[in-house]
């Protein structure tokens, strides 16, 4: 009888993971590629990284094809258009979507009752409680999500302008995002922010420079990274 297999993934705004499991729960095989949440990329782009994530978990498991006895993917909106494309790559009997909040609260948690906060590119908490009631809080994408990477760099990004055209504080994030962009002036760095293809990805890295500038002692980042953090 073939080894019976179960394929986890999870689709976030900077990347996507993959974890091939059998039915004791050991992990086979692990990949990682881009982002598949095609929220933020075509859905081109986005069935690549599927399709590259699933392709590394099986050669890490050293299986030369793979029949998934069940495929649950944590991604928001419903995957529909992203089946065919992971069809191509593993034959699977079973597939469904899960809220990403509750797919990171049944990996995390031994019970059934608690709490996850997701803090990656985006920010999602999800609970549940005795009686089986869930709540979801944030996971609005760009509108919001946050203590995000994607909000921390918003943020950091903002205060930068304001430290410039003299609405906030100096903060050392202005020169640091001048010197990043090659710029002058950091008017001058809007093209190439909005014209970025991938800017949720790209733009989310500056989450590093907040925290690096908050830990340097800078008091605007300090202050992003304190209403971040609640």
Same mark, same amino acid.
Not at 2 to 16: A, C, N, S
């Given at each position: 009888m073939?080894?019976?297999?179960?394929?986890?993934?999870?689709?976030?705004?900077? $990347?996507?993971r993959a974890a091939l499991v059998d039915e004791v729960g050991r992990v086979l095989g692990q990949g990682v590629a881009g982002t598949g949440n095609y929220n933020f990329v075509p859905i081109d782009a986005a069935a690549r990284s599927f399709q590259q994530a699933i392709e590394a978990a099986r050669k890490m498991a050293g299986l030369k094809s793979l029949q998934v006895e069940h495929l649950v993917i944590g991604i928001e909106p419903q995957p529909d258009p992203l089946y065919p494309h992971i069809k191509k790559v593993v034959k699977y009997r079973g597939?469904?979507?899960?809220?990403?909040?509750?797919? +990171?609260?049944?990996?995390? #948690?031994?019970?059934?009752?608690?709490?996850?906060?997701?803090?990656?590119?985006? +920010?999602?908490?999800?609970?549940? !409680?005795?009686?089986? =009631?869930?709540?979801?809080? +944030?996971?609005?994408?760009?509108?919001?999500?946050?203590? +995000?990477?994607?909000?921390?760099? !918003?943020?950091?990004? !903002?205060?930068?302008?304001?430290?410039?055209?003299?609405?906030?504080? $100096?903060?050392? #994030?202005?020169? =640091?995002?001048? =010197?990043?962009?090659?710029?002058?002036? #950091?008017?001058?760095a809007c093209t190439p922010i909005y014209t970025d293809p991938n800017v949720r990805r790209t733009f989310s890295q500056f989450s590093r420079m907040v925290m690096d500038a908050a830990q340097e002692g800078d008091r605007t980042s300090i202050d992003i990274v304190k209403r971040g953090a609640a």
């Open positions: 073939p080894e019976r297999l179960v394929i986890g993934m999870d689709v976030g705004g900077t $990347k996507t597939i469904e979507r899960r809220p990403e909040g509750e797919c +990171s609260m049944v990996g995390g #948690l031994v019970e059934k009752v608690g709490l996850s906060l997701i803090a990656g590119t985006g +920010s999602v908490g999800f609970g549940r !409680n005795k009686k089986g =009631r869930t709540h979801v809080t +944030s996971c609005w994408g760009t509108i919001g999500d946050e203590g +995000s990477a994607w909000w921390l760099a !918003n943020q950091g990004v !903002n205060a930068a302008f304001w430290a410039e055209d003299g609405r906030g504080p $100096k903060t050392v #994030l202005l020169g =640091r995002l001048q =010197r990043h962009f090659k710029v002058k002036t #950091l008017r001058d």
